[in-house]
């Protein structure tokens, strides 16, 4: 029983979904305001994790990145990157998995806020970027908060598809969920049980967090 | 001189309409433009703010080309130097009253435009207030004056009363006529009250169909139309009682009440709640001018 599969799950999920805001807010902008018709189909891509199989996911993540194979070998090569059964690899597989927790989101927020707004901004003169960052952003908080709760719960959850990529390796990709499948392997109910219970506390509190604010009770830190 | 000749296809509720738009709007006037939902008004101001893009044709303002089809050139909206209000405001929820009028200042334009517009729309105590905590008025005032921070050529103003009750409505008209002639702005507005558009315009445009039916000064347009030699009221009866030969009958007219002596005969079969046309010929009728601070 240690600590490390825990702070590797939180590490895990602190990375990605820094990064996911970052490439998030570009894409769900793309989305709520493009009329392009190729947008169905990215609508459907990014949605794609919700309804796979974790492991369906996993398994082209092992088939795309194995060495033996042509991405995988030119990452290898030329980049010095190896993806499977590393931290890294966790990292790219957690992002594309984790995706729609924080683009849906951000775009359902963006769409709701009244197009005028948008328009207002243009009609002064500002540009695309500086509406986006001073009037949509700040105008979607709770959307925002949302996003970066629901992405990082997720992340903190996953199973099947880094049971798939990462494999088992003690402080580089054992995280707490597979951890646990360990333990109870081995009959270690104990610690099992302990990995569980932080789990349940730690996703209960996030949650309770987001609510809370939202929901307006914590008024005075999020104005 | 600002002169309009656009061609768009419009895909309204009723379906697809032709909107073919040509006209011409002299510097430093107020015009209108007037016509049912639908025809194209709205559509009209996007245009001239570069948020929507027309079909064929050439958007002229003074010696600028904003849009021809022809050369295309198509200036976009932050290129325009346009000042907007629009129907719902748009004022930006999460700054305060000075926060939104500061975002709209541009890079050269002196900061001291705020200070003044805060002045002429009486703004001063509400500015570190947040829009969802002001009235639909004081949101408008707001809106306006956010609207000339750039100190447009043109403003453009699409219903902007049209959410207000009457009472601020006519306030609200006040300060339009104010920071128009304030600001030597050339504007358009678009709005469905006849009243409004008298006290406002200096020229209107009716609009029907997609295009320019009539154009002219408000009163002549609109009294054309309507010249009557009697006046027409609606009223309801609130009470009515039969005093010897004529009746006695409380009326209320629009916020008004009102009571009228009338004859056995006309008031026979009238009832308490019963909505009646009242006329009167207008010979010999006393006027008095209403002094405009007790207005």
Known sequence: ?223 | MISINIQKTLFAATGKMQLALQLEIKQGQLVTLYGVSGVGKTSTLRMLAGLLKPDAGQLKVGQELWYSSEQKVNLKPQERQVGMVFQDYALFPNMTVLQNLEFALGKQTNKKIIKELIEVVELGDLQHRKPSTLSGGQQQRVALARALVQQPKLLLLDEPLSALDQEIRSKLQAYILQVHRHFKLTTILVSHDKKEIVKLSDWIFVLEKGQVKQQGHPISIFEKAELNTTFKLTATINDIQQVDHYFLIDLLIQDENIQLKISEKQGQGLQVGDRINIRFQATNPSIFKIDKNHE
């Not at chain 1, 793309?30 to 009329?35: G, R, V």
């Not at chain 1, 598809?161 to 646990?180: E, H, Q, R, Y």
Request: glycine letters at 6%; aromatic letters at 14%; one cysteine or more.
């Open chain 1, 1 to 223: 029983m240690t600590w490390e599969p825990l702070l590797l799950t939180f590490q895990l999920a602190l990375i990605t979904t820094l990064i996911l805001l970052v490439i998030s807010i570009p894409l769900a902008y793309w989305l709520a305001y493009s009329t392009s018709r190729i947008k169905p189909i990215i609508e459907t891509l990014v949605s794609m994790p919700l309804v796979l199989p974790p492991t369906v996911l996993g398994f082209y993540f092992l088939l795309a990145f194995s060495p033996n194979n042509a991405f995988g070998n030119w990452l290898d090569d030329w980049l010095g990157i190896r993806l499977v059964f590393s931290f890294t690899g966790l990292v790219v597989a957690s992002l594309l998995y984790s995706l729609p927790f924080m683009v849906h989101p951000l775009q359902s927020g963006l769409s709701s806020l009244s197009p005028s707004l948008k328009e207002a901004a243009y009609v002064m003169g500002k540009s695309r970027y500086a509406t986006l960052i001073r009037v949509l952003l700040p105008n979607i908080k709770p959307s925002i908060l949302t996003g970066i709760v629901l992405s990082f719960a997720h992340t903190v959850g996953e199973f099947g598809v880094v049971l798939m990529i990462g494999g088992n390796i003690p402080g580089k990709t054992k995280v707490a969920s597979i951890a646990i499948y360990d333990e109870v392997e081995a009959l270690n109910y104990a610690a099992a049980n302990f990995y569980s219970a932080v789990l349940f506390v730690v996703s209960f509190c996030i949650l309770l967090f987001v609510y809370l604010i939202n929901g307006g009770y914590i008024k005075q830190f999020w104005k």
